[in-house]
């Protein structure tokens, strides 16, 4: 079976987009393939976190992975600290990268802003570790949202160049001259709403950071912070259009379409067959209602779960011990590639 990887920060709100773009994913990957799902904490505090917030927020993390339908024992479910082999790699990958490389990268670039003097080493760094939480176990199959996509460039450059600048070595080592040793990851973008946008501007992405509550659902809401939200969220004053193509230049209105069609797991064509010509003032509810049914059993179940820290906190430790084992064995090959000595 291919081997898929996936990351969520424990940082702020997890919101619709995680979960519509991300987690519901991870979810559904599991019939048909090995997943090791992380709790990137060490990613998280490129940004000064609360460590008291912190060990709160992986927690909850955690909680939603497990609430949505994750299964822990089948899978893996841990939090990246516990593998010290993903800062370990993340070093090698940080000598493999070129400066130039990270300086493009977009996300780095709105995450600093003017500022760039004063945002930490670890934020710049940041996609390295990225591609040393994938490549560490070799994994090919990347389920993320569609902002996640430059990164996953990045780690296929980085992996390339590794495979290149060690290929003697590699093939040394016994591996196959062709293949090189990391594979090249694949972004997973194609599921039914790779970019979730916010409620108050559908040009932009919801996001964790967005300053407005309003903007986002959060996998914590309520189910009346749920109704409130969608029936605040910007619409234009015209009805819904029968067909995807009168969704074109309304993004606000795109964007409720989306998140029906995701919730519902079904397509934007068939959520305009049945409400095409409908005023917002009739879909907003019907919306509503719909992402309560989903959402709200996910959000008492985490409630539950976080009733429960000591369990939360076994599964992560059961999972690292499973992830680090293979972790363990792909680090020791690339100390032996690099050309360290390891005592065995
Ligand atoms: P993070 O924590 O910001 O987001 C977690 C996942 O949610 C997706 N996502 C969205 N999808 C659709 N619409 C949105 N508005 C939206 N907002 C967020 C993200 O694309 C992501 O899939 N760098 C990563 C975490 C990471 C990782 C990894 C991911 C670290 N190492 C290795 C994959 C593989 C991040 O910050 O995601």
Redesign the pocket.
Known sequence: KPLV?????P?GNL?L??Y????KRFVEMQATHDCIY?V?DE?AITVWQDPFELRRQIREVTAAFLAAGIDPKMHIVFNQSQVPEHAELAWVFNCVARMGWLNRMTQFKEKAGKDRENVSVGLFA?PS??AA??LVYRATH???????KQ??ELARDIATKFNNDFSASIVAQGHNAEEGYFPLPEPLTQGP?????SLRDGTK????SDPSDYSRINLTDDRDAIAQKIRKARTDPEPLPSDVEGLKERPDADNLVTIYAALAGTTKEAVLGDHGGSQFSAFKPALADLAVSVLSPINDRMKALMAEPDHIDAVLADGSERAGAIAGKVMDDVRDIVGFIQSR
């Open positions: 990887f996936s990351g969520v920060q940082t919101h987009g995680n519509l773009g991300a987690i992380c990137v990613h940041y570790l990225m939480d994938i990347v389920p993320v949202g569609e902002d996640q990164h996953l709403a790779p970019r979730v946008m992405k919801m996001s964790k």
